[in-house]
Structure formats: structure tokens, C-alpha cells
């Protein structure tokens, strides 16, 4: 059964404050193509670099930048170097989940008095433009979160990278901001890292999902979201539950070979336009038969975008009590399934389209069927 534990806003002081998501890191085997791949088909901007021509010789950076969303992509220059192993291990995948914060000492050390594993202590990098200070505690698998504090910092991304542009102009498709980015764990890890969560960086449990509500004929799988006390940062966890096939989490978990990012949801302001971009571009996305759009209307009720728009690019929709939501899932970004992107509207709706979880994991365990892993 789902159910809604608290609401986002609190007037409580926020035991761990966080100015919400400061960039996403990707550990990759070509930066340099990844990046292109980024402007090209996603519409992000390249900004900075860092690299051997700067004076860095073990690794390759780039930022690509569209409103507030950040991605760092990076790659190893040796085989010898951890990112090397990372990429053997994971194949692409995200390494870094980097939040913004006003004190980057306080949240270091307020998260290991509270249990957090340390995965760097701070450490104060400057340059001409200024000053950043970032540390470093695990999460799941071999996720990471980097505290990055970057008050008065007017350079490009952070000390040690510089500017840079890319060939082609961008052409930005109308991404926002990151909504939730979400955590596929093992059989049995959910609660322990919504407690981590809640424990060590005072974040709430925001909904529960369990595997009636997320299930198929052959599938299911089990959710909970975590949100952070101005709710700019939202991570649903999911575990896999007991279904007569191969969950998709299992898939993922078989792939990553071990817990990790499964989506970033970013946001726009208009789908339609956004997707008609993205798919005009080339991104994948995942299809939802046609007989979907059959029956939306008396599930969603009155919407203001015309549903033949919605079904001609696939677009999902969904109600709660606050207003309604339009998504699309891409399907996975690199070769292994592993990664995905969620691109979200959301017209009011507080939710996470659980409305849309049947037709959703329908589509996936299509794909699953295709690659032999259902
Ligand atoms: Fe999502």
C-alpha cells in the first residue's frame, strides 16, 4: 500500500540544510565522446575542463551545464588509475551524487558524528576566481556524496578546471533542474539506507511503496523515497521483491554488480517540447502501447495538453491530490542496463507517477525480454 508519511515543508529547523543538487559525476570510458553525446542529443552545454592541457594528467573532465543541471563526466588516463577499475566493475555509471551546501565542514562532520563512512575530509581548492571546499561520504554501492561549498567562487566549476565551450553551438532542449535521482540497492538494503538517510543526514521519509503497488504479471519491486528538509533533494530507494520473473532491479544489480544510480529525473517546463527535441535528436525512450491513452482521461480527469500530443510522443500521465504530472523515461544510456533518465512536468503534482508504475514495467520487462534477461 503507498503511503504518504510527511510532507516536504517543515517549519522545524532542517537538522541537515542542503541548497539541493550541485552536480552529478559520471565515472565513463571516453569523457570526451560522453560529452558530445550530452550536447548533442540532450542539448547541454559544455563550460569546463580538466585535463592534461591544464596540468591534470590522470584524468579527463568535462561540465556540461542546461539551467541548474550540472554533469561532470569523467574518464582515467591509465588503466592503473581507480576509475579505470570503476569503469571495468560498472561500466558508465554515476560515482557522485554532489550536493550544495553553505557549510561544507559542517556537513562533513556533522554526517560522521552520525555514523557516515568518510570518503575525504575537507579540502579547501583555490584559484584566481576564488575558493570551493568539498568533502566526501559513502552511500550505497560505490556511490558517493561530495559536500561542495562554493561561496564568492566566480571561475568555471571549480578550482583546477577551466572554461571551455564546445565546437558546435548547444542547442538546450529545456531541461531545469534535477527532481530525484534514484537508488537501485540489494535485496534487503532499502531500510537500511532510508535510516541512513534519516539518521545521518536528517532527511524524511516521504512515501512508501510496497510491491502490490509496484508489480506486474511477472515483476515487482519495493520504493521508498527520502527528501531532505526543503525537499530540493529527493532519493526513492529501490529493492527488488519477489516476482514469478527477473525484476528490473535485479537486472540492473547483475549489470552494475552492485547498488547504484538507476535515474536522474530532470524537469521542463513544457514536455511536449522538450521531448519532440529530444526525440528529433536521437534519444531512446521507452514505449508505452497505445491502448494506454484509452482509458488516461478517466483516470487523470481534465489536463491542459491535448492527449494526442501526449500519445504521439509517449508522454505519461499521472494525478495526486495536488495537481498532475507528465513523464517519460529514456531507455538506459550506455550499453549495459544500468542508467536511465526521467523527464518530468510537473503541474502541481507532488508525486512520483504511480499511476504510470504498471505501464512503466510493462515496457521495461519488454526490454528485459529483448536482451534475455527477463
Ligand atoms: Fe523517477
Request: with cysteine; net charge negative; proline share 3%.
Amino acid at each position: 500500500m503507498q503511503t504518504l508519511t510527511k510532507s516536504t515543508t517543515q517549519s522545524v529547523k532542517d537538522a541537515f540544510p542542503l541548497n539541493g543538487t550541485d552536480h552529478v559525476e559520471f565515472y565513463v570510458g571516453n569523457a570526451k565522446q560522453s560529452a558530445f553525446y550530452y550536447q548533442m542529443a540532450f542539448g547541454f552545454e559544455l563550460t569546463a575542463y580538466r585535463g592534461p592541457e591544464t596540468g591534470h594528467r590522470e584524468t579527463c573532465s568535462y561540465v556540461l551545464q542546461q539551467d541548474k543541471i550540472r554533469l561532470v563526466l569523467t574518464s582515467a588516463l591509465s588503466p592503473e588509475h581507480d576509475i579505470a577499475r570503476h569503469v571495468r566493475e560498472h561500466g558508465d555509471g554515476v560515482k557522485v551524487l554532489a550536493l550544495w551546501v553553505g557549510d561544507a565542514e559542517y556537513s562533513y562532520n556533522t554526517a560522521i558524528e552520525r555514523g557516515a563512512e568518510a570518503v575525504s575530509s575537507v579540502e579547501t581548492l583555490t584559484d584566481d576566481h576564488g575558493e570551493v571546499k568539498i568533502a566526501s561520504i559513502q552511500t550505497y554501492g560505490e556511490t558517493i556524496h561530495t559536500f561542495v561549498e562554493r561561496k564568492n567562487y566566480n571561475g568555471a566549476f571549480m578550482p583546477g578546471f577551466e572554461a571551455r565551450k564546445g565546437l558546435c553551438p548547444s542547442k538546450p532542449v529545456g531541461l531545469k533542474y534535477v527532481d530525484h535521482c534514484v537508488g537501485n540497492v540489494e535485496l534487503g538494503g532499502m531500510n537500511k539506507w532510508v535510516k541512513f538517510y534519516q539518521e545521518v543526514m536528517g532527511f524524511n521519509l516521504l512515501i512508501t511503496f510496497d510491491d502490490k503497488d509496484i508489480s506486474t504479471e511477472y515483476t515487482a519491486l519495493m520504493s521508498k523515497v527520502v527528501s531532505n528538509g526543503n525537499g530540493y533533494v529527493k532519493f526513492p530507494i529501490n529493492e527488488p521483491a519477489k516476482g514469478l520473473k527477473k525484476s528490473q532491479i535485479e537486472e540492473y544489480l547483475d549489470f552494475y554488480r552492485c547498488a547504484g544510480v538507476q535515474h536522474i529525473a530532470v524537469t521542463t517546463d513544457n514536455i511536449i517540447e522538450t521531448v519532440s527535441q529530444l526525440r528529433n535528436n536521437g534519444v531512446d525512450f521507452l514505449y508505452v502501447p497505445d491502448n494506454y491513452y484509452d482509458t488516461v482521461t478517466e483516470r487523470v480527469g481534465e489536463i491542459d495538453e491535448d492527449i494526442e500530443d501526449l500519445k504521439a510522443l509517449n508522454i505519461l500521465i499521472d494525478r495526486d491530490d495536488d495537481g498532475y504530472l507528465l513523464q517519460i523515461f529514456t531507455k538506459p544510456v550506455q550499453d549495459r542496463p544500468t542508467v536511465f533518465y526521467e523527464i518530468i512536468q510537473r503541474k502541481g503534482a507532488k508525486s512520483f507517477g504511480k499511476g504510470n508504475f504498471k505501464a512503466l514495467f510493462e515496457a521495461i520487462e519488454r526490454e528485459q525480454a529483448l536482451r534475455g534477461t527477463l
